[in-house]
T-cell receptor, first 113, second 111 residues
Framework: SAVISQKPSRDICQRGTSLTIQCQVDSQVTMMFWYRQQPGQSLTLIATANQGSEATYESGFVIDKFPISRPNLTFSTLTVSNMSPEDSSIYLC??????????FGPGTRLTVT | GESVGLHLPTLSVQEGDNSIINCAYSNSASDYFIWYKQESGKGPQFIIDIRSNMDKRQGQRVTVLLNKTVKHLSLQIAATQPGDSAVYFCAENTLGQNFVFGPGTRLSVLP
């Protein structure tokens, strides 16, 4: 299994600012993903982080709002830009192994005031 | 799209009893399924998986059953313990594409 870490674990930010979340995997993985989870709800896929190319975004999510980087096979960042209170959520990084098994990081709890 | 509503289905089970958590999946072409456990304040934890060429798979105290005919997945937890209290999500995958997650079920273990 892959061990995934995220930084920061939580943050409180002012509206209009941006926050970059880092995700590190302890082994090389085929795919990395970013999810958002509202309290009491299921997971919503934001985008697939592609190594060496632009991320693939799901419907309702755009690069200007959620720029993503993946400079190598074990690291990715998600930026939440120009934040509003509606962006308050848990942001989860995940990684997929070669047999398609998917593991998650501990999440970043974001509160926007 | 995102799930709506803040009230997850809840299953309450007496400590020591067996728990059965159900999940209906949407895509008949899905060929790989994972059950996750998510405790408060933590990320989803991989519990057990099953591929579509199997009907049943057992782990430590957990069993996953797959019924492809009716697109139904279940997670059975034997001798449920207080530490099993969490939200459980099923996830389906089709041909290595993105996983689709179910709405989740909250398991509450009663002393």
């Amino acid at each position: 299994s892959a061990v995934i870490s995220q930084k920061p674990s939580r943050d409180i930010c002012q509206r209009g600012t941006s926050l970059t979340i880092q995700c590190q995997v302890d082994s090389q993985v085929t795919m990395m993903f970013w999810y958002r989870q509202q309290p009491g709800q299921s997971l919503t896929l934001i985008a697939t982080a592609n190594q060496g190319s632009e991320a693939t975004y799901e419907s309702g999510f755009v690069i200007d709002k959620f720029p993503i980087s993946r400079p190598n096979l074990t690291f990715s960042t998600l930026t939440v830009s120009n934040m509003s209170p509606e962006d308050s959520s848990i942001y989860l990084c995940s990684a997929m192994g070669q047999a398609y098994e998917q593991y998650f990081g501990p999440g970043t709890r974001l509160t926007v005031t | 799209g995102e799930s709506v509503g803040l009230h997850l289905p809840t299953l309450s089970v007496q400590e020591g009893d067996n728990s059965i958590i159900n999940c209906a999946y949407s895509n008949s072409a899905s060929d790989y399924f994972i059950w996750y456990k998510q405790e408060s304040g933590k990320g989803p934890q991989f519990i057990i998986d099953i591929r579509s060429n199997m009907d049943k798979r057992q782990g430590q105290r957990v069993t996953v059953l797959l019924n492809k005919t009716v697109k139904h997945l279940s997670l059975q937890i034997a001798a449920t313990q207080p530490g099993d209290s969490a939200v459980y999500f099923c996830a389906e995958n089709t041909l290595g594409q993105n996983f689709v997650f179910g709405p989740g079920t909250r398991l509450s273990v009663l002393p």
